[in-house]
């Protein structure tokens, strides 16, 4: 059937606005098409007055960049259930390691089956949906799974797989539903890994750290955490370093140390390692501020004295060694060690200037 490109929608169960194009594979299909033409290597469904594409959207990229205004395509009446199913494989083939589409894939396979779920008030109209009744009539108890999926429990992971059919692995399912429905993690931090592998240990190295922790890692910071994890593990594959967080196989437990300790580093030890600072009584404090204020001033009259010790010796011209020169020496020695001790322990700057100053005491 000739179709107007103008008029070929996509997947209704399929947000092109959330799904990376690969350019790269759009140039592979142009290519392609001029060289030996279009085949109708794509199926759509009539809409009303327009059309739904059921798969092939790379190639309908590609034939919107060639400029094609009309394609020859085979239409037919896909049900909604085949085009959700549809959608799914098509983005396991193309994005399988890619975590926004995993995620994006479950939740929309999920919420289609919680609103035909709705549609249904009792297990005994459930029965007469033939999608419905595919996805319990195995189970050992159908009655109790569909109250369950009904109820919180909510859709599961072997509901999920047995709708979408073989092909699919338990673990990334299980994965995508742990992010979807937990209170603790960030979908969207996860959403930035590029493996399933390594948004699983992100996932299970925040858990984790929240037992550990007082504070849990606030959504906001999982986001900046997985960015810069993400770039990190990008550069390292990049630059081929051996044994680091962005070598191994795509599962979990490779990366999870790794990734665990990245995020104590980030997180958890320059907020939560070193105990706040005591707040001390205002005795002390002004107790503290007295000595510093009797300090400063004896540091004032000893520089003073130190002056008029050198204006004198200048007057006297040589002078023979004695036992108080050398007493005094000895104790300046040991003072200057003394300030050292002091001005080299704040590493912040506007002490720093302050202790410069108390240096040139000694100077």
Not at 209 to 233: G, R, T
Not at 235 to 251: F, I, L, P
Not at 264 to 269: N, S
Request: net charge positive; aromatic share 6%.
């Amino acid at each position: 059937m000739k179709i107007k490109l103008s008029d070929l929608k996509p997947n209704p169960y399929r947000d092109l606005k959330k799904y990376p194009i690969k350019q790269d594979r759009v140039d592979a299909l142009k290519a392609s098409i001029e060289q030996t033409g279009f085949w109708d290597n794509v199926l759509a469904r009539p809409a009303g007055k327009t059309f739904e594409l059921a798969y092939g959207h790379n190639r309908l990229i590609a034939l919107q960049q060639l400029g094609v205004t009309e394609i020859d395509i085979p239409v037919k009446d896909i049900p909604d259930a085949d085009m959700v199913r549809i959608m799914a494989t098509e983005n396991r083939e193309q994005y399988d390691e890619n975590q926004a589409i995993l995620i994006e894939t479950v939740q929309t396979v999920r919420d289609y089956l919680n609103r035909e779920l709705a549609k249904c008030k009792s297990w005994d109209e459930a029965k007469k949906v033939v999608e419905l009744n595919n996805l319990f009539k195995d189970e050992p108890n159908p009655l109790a799974s569909y109250g369950q999926a009904k109820g919180k429990q909510g859709i599961g992971r072997n509901i999920i797989i047995r709708f979408l059919g073989k092909g699919w692995k338990e673990w990334k399912i299980t994965h995508a539903l742990e992010v979807l429905n937990s209170t603790e993690i960030n979908p969207e931090a996860v959403k930035k890994f590029e493996s399933t592998g390594m948004g699983s240990a992100f996932t299970k190295a925040v858990k984790e750290i929240n037992k550990e922790s007082s504070k849990p890692v606030a959504f906001s910071e999982q986001l900046k955490l997985a960015e810069k994890i993400s770039e990190q593990i990008k550069s390292n594959k990049s630059e081929k370093k051996k044994g680091d967080v962005a070598t191994g196989k795509t599962g979990g437990g490779n990366y999870y140390s790794a990734i665990k300790d990245i995020v104590k580093e980030e997180y958890i030890i320059d907020k939560f390692s070193k105990p706040a600072p005591k707040k001390q009584p205002k005795e002390n404090i002004i107790k503290y501020e007295s000595v510093l204020a009797e300090l400063r001033n004896k540091a004032d009259d000893f520089r003073e004295g130190l002056r008029r010790l050198l204006l004198s010796e200048n007057e006297l011209g040589d002078i023979e060694d004695n036992l108080q020169r050398r007493l005094l020496v000895m104790s300046l020695n040991s003072l200057s060690k003394q300030i050292n001790l002091i001005t080299n322990t704040s590493k912040d700057e506007k002490v720093k200037q302050i202790n410069d100053g108390i240096k040139c005491i000694t100077e």
